[in-house]
């Protein structure tokens, strides 16, 4: 996920957020240990798309309430973008979260990232709202989106994805390649 990560964060946020932030962001929110935290947080759950045995995006929600989740990250490597992964990560992440009886998504992207917010306003997310968020000593420029939780087809599934189960996650492998049919509980 570092990976996917550092590389994606270099395109996302050009002209949004120095270099030099990014780095330290990315030192600090991917390390192994931040990670390890991650995974373990109640109420987190970790989408993760694989290719060939890589990591290509993945996607992290943390339940806010008996009724709301966040989508806290979601990314895709940049050559592997506009392929579909990210509303699959999104559509698998939304089908958990139905089936637990939640009712509404948010998500907070930078103002200025464009392909973000355009990722978020197709699928669906709406009433946007600016905010700003202090991180490590830089100011963040935010929108919130919000949508509801709706039946919506999960369509990894429905194109013959096959679902894989690795510490209580689904994940999804060989995405744009041969599919893994194997079902692990």
């Given at each position: 996920m570092?990976?996917?990560?550092?590389?994606?964060?270099?395109?996302?946020?050009?002209?949004?957020?120095p270099d030099e932030v990014q780095r330290?962001?990315?030192?600090?929110?991917?390390?192994?240990?931040?990670?390890?935290?991650?995974?373990?947080?109640?109420?987190?759950?970790?989408?993760?798309a694989e290719s060939g045995g890589?990591?290509?995006?993945?996607?992290?929600?943390?339940?806010?309430?008996?009724?709301?989740?966040?989508?806290?990250?979601?990314?895709?490597?940049?050559d592997r973008q506009r392929s579909g992964i990210g509303m699959r990560l999104l559509d698998a992440g939304l089908a958990e979260f139905r089936e637990e009886g939640l009712k509404q998504v948010t998500v907070q992207v930078e103002r200025d990232n464009r392909n973000g917010r355009r990722f978020y306003e197709r699928a669906g997310f709406a009433d946007p709202r600016e905010l700003s968020h202090?991180?490590?000593?830089?100011?963040?420029?935010?929108?919130?989106?919000?949508?509801?939780?709706?039946?919506r087809l999960l369509s990894g599934l429905a194109m013959g994805e096959?679902?894989?189960?690795?510490?209580?996650?689904?994940?999804?492998?060989?995405?744009?390649?041969?599919?893994?049919?194997?079902?692990?509980?």
């Open positions: 570092e990976t996917v990560a550092r590389a994606t964060w270099g395109v996302a946020y050009a002209g949004i957020i330290r962001l990315l030192d600090s929110w991917y390390s192994l240990q931040s990670l390890s935290r991650a995974l373990a947080t109640n109420g987190s759950s970790f989408f993760v890589e990591v290509i995006g993945f996607a992290q929600f943390v339940r806010r309430s008996s009724e709301s989740v966040e989508l806290t990250r979601i990314y895709v490597l940049p202090d991180v490590q000593g830089f100011g963040l420029a935010l929108v919130e989106y919000r949508r509801p939780i709706l039946g096959s679902p894989r189960w690795h510490e209580n996650r689904l994940w999804f492998s060989d995405w744009g390649g041969a599919r893994d049919r194997s079902r692990r509980p």
